[in-house]
């Protein structure tokens, strides 16, 4: 059995000055786009922590928290340099992928979605067993076409489609039963601006563990725009 809330923020810098904000809505498991090394926190707020970086101010991190152990998957390939890939043991042991998709200037291919597109292919051995993607993909599928003018390595719809032959889905589309594209709820506001909302965060999992009962939860605009450009997405696995 196994019960898990998992909570997927990219914080926009200095999580050590914001963490208290997500602490409340309980997380076992919490995604942390552009947070910094864990040497700069002066408390220890989690039970385990792992960070991927080649800026110390500004990383990706996983932190786990209610016995949650996390530990970095063998298959770990640093040439996806902001996909992790975890082990997660409680009771029973699940893999999850962490994403904090950028621009390749080096690769115009694995620009933002190219690049995950990429890692997942690497890393579909994993989807053998219950595995979740979280974080921030910076994509939606309303931006695929661009792959027709900046040749992509891949679409969020191919990466879609991919996790889909996996029996693996978006929490927040599966509980919604909305279509990619026609998202009502943002989680990104693009600098800080209400008039440009776009929904670029994603919490993918196992179809079988996908309890629609529980409805997914994002952060408002009020609550959050003070913090981060992005709006925190809450998300319950059973």
Not at 82 to 107: C, T
Not at 110 to 121: K, T
Request: net charge negative; charged share 25%.
């Amino acid at each position: 059995m196994l019960n898990m809330r998992i909570i997927a923020w990219n914080c926009n810098m200095a999580f050590r000055k914001k963490y208290e904000q997500i602490l409340p809505y309980e997380p076992d498991l919490l995604v942390v786009p552009e947070c910094e090394h864990p040497d700069k926190f002066k408390n220890k707020f989690y039970d385990d922590v792992l960070w991927i970086g080649e800026n110390r101010n500004k990383g990706l991190a996983v932190f786990s928290f209610n016995g949650f152990e996390i530990a970095i998957h063998e298959s770990y390939c640093e040439s996806y340099r902001y996909v992790l890939p975890v082990k997660v043991s409680h009771n029973r042991e699940i893999n999850l992928i962490a994403v904090w998709s950028q621009n390749n200037k080096e690769d115009p291919g694995r620009r933002y979605i190219g690049e995950v597109w990429q890692s997942l292919n690497y890393y579909k051995d994993m989807f053998g067993s219950p595995t979740i993607i979280a974080g921030d993909f910076n994509w939606n599928v309303i931006w695929d076409s661009e792959h027709l003018k900046y040749p992509l390595h891949g679409t969020l719809a191919d990466v879609i489609n991919l996790l889909n032959r996996f029996e693996i889905s978006s929490i927040y589309h599966t509980s919604k039963q909305v279509k990619f594209g026609n998202e009502k709820d943002p989680t990104l506001y693009f600098r800080k601006n209400r008039q440009t909302p776009y929904h670029i965060d994603y919490i993918f999992a196992p179809v079988d563990l996908i309890n629609c009962r529980k409805p997914v939860n994002l952060g408002k605009y009020e609550d959050w725009i003070s913090l981060s450009d992005h709006m925190p997405l809450i998300a319950e696995i059973e």
